[in-house]
């Protein structure tokens, strides 16, 4: 048996697993403390949304797979709302119930499975303004269901803990996203991409539209904010971003051959972002790095890793990336840092090209 501890985060105080690393306290409700940061994004996205777009009307807020309560519990202090959270681990329950109790709290603690939750929403005609999904693994049994309970104009925010986006298990990825990954030094990016295609689709098929508010891959995972609109005009307009990208891998010296299909539209709702920022300048929160670099990184498909390509190239010594940029910029092309790789550029010319900066 493993005892507990308080936390504090955010404006709440819960009580997580006393355990050397999280995984350790799965059985007892699940709390990462590393994911502080995507906790404080989601808080501030959720804020702004909530100002932006139901100033005058009460949110409804479904922490889908709550663990220890910790995002539907900031939720409720911070935003405020009808907060619903959820999870299927009895353990977990009793620990969420606990924590709503510490920070004196009036939210509705659920322990069902996910979907037929959803479903029991929907069936007495209560949907969701927000419906957070952040389950262990893999979110894509669950999405048809999360379209179908949201809203119409409703904020959605989706995570996935799977390599086979990255590239790791190609057959894999299509059987549970309908596309082949490969391999790449862009593999965060491909894999929000191939990530948010899927999400697109599953939402169209419901006659919603789904359009992205911020995407980005960091440790171990990828996470997608987006906001699904119900017209079959805006879904067709989002359909027709995605392409083959046989040809852009061109650019890259890649050959993956023709038949990968994805959306190549734009990850960020950049105005949207700058009053996350603010949102997040205001709470000291480190996902304002995040937020930022979201609103300045090109829309250009895919980046090149500096890094990867010296080593790849032999090169020992290269040029800082801000230089890189400024010279990039100097010759006439476009060029921004990117949210998915610290050693990454965003850029509208070939690997020739940088390539040859690196060399001189």
């Known amino acids: 048996m493993i005892g507990f501890k308080k936390v504090k985060e955010g404006l709440v105080e819960i009580f997580a697993p006393d355990v050397k690393i999280p ?10 403390p590393r994911m502080k940061m995507d906790r404080d994004i989601s808080v501030a996205i959720l804020s702004v949304f909530k100002d932006k777009f ?19 519990i900031r939720y409720k202090k911070e935003v405020g709302g009808n907060v619903v959270i959820n999870d299927i681990n009895k353990n977990s329950v009793e620990l969420i119930k606990k924590n ?15 979907r037929f939750l959803l479903h029991k929403y929907r069936s007495s005609k209560n949907l969701f303004d927000f419906i957070d999904l952040d389950p262990f693994g893999s979110p894509a049994t669950f999405i048809d269901s999360v379209a179908i309970c949201l809203k119409d104009f409703s904020l959605v925010g989706v995570t996935a803990t799977d390599t086979s986006l990255f590239g790791l298990y190609p057959k894999t990825c299509l059987r549970k996203y309908g596309v082949i990954s490969f391999k790449s030094p862009f593999y965060r990016e491909l894999g929000t991409r191939i990530l948010l295609s899927f999400l697109i689709r599953e939402f169209a098929r419901f006659g919603k539209a789904l359009q992205p508010i911020l995407s980005y891959s960091i440790l171990h995972y990828i996470r997608i904010y987006a906001i699904s609109k119900n017209s079959i005009e805006e879904c ?10 046989s040809e852009d891998m061109k650019r890259f010296r890649l050959n993956i051959g023709k038949g990968i299909n994805i959306y190549c539209g734009e990850l960020h709702n950049k105005n949207f972002l700058l009053d996350v920022s603010e949102r997040l ?20 498909l895919f980046y090149f890793d500096i890094a990867w390509e010296a080593k790849k190239n032999k090169i020992r010594k290269m040029p800082s990336l801000n230089k890189i940029i400024e010279i990039l910029l100097d010759k006439g092309y476009d060029a921004s840092r990117t949210i998915f ?15 040859e900066i690196l060399k001189d």
């Open 236 to 245: 067709n307009k989002v359909l027709d971003k995605f392409k083959d990208i």
């Open 23 to 32: 995984e350790e306290g799965k059985k007892y409700g699940f709390y990462n």
């Open 54 to 72: 139901r100033k005058s009307s009460e949110i409804s807020i479904c922490d889908l797979m709550g663990g220890t309560g910790i995002r539907g």
């Open 281 to 300: 300048k205001e709470m000291g929160s480190e996902g304002i790095k995040i937020t930022n670099l979201a609103s300045t990184e090109l829309d250009n």
């Open 341 to 355: 790789c610290s050693t990454g550029i965003k850029t509208s010319a070939d690997i020739e090209v940088i390539q």
């Open 100 to 114: 709503v109790l510490l920070n004196s709290l009036d939210i509705k603690v659920e322990s069902e499975e996910a």
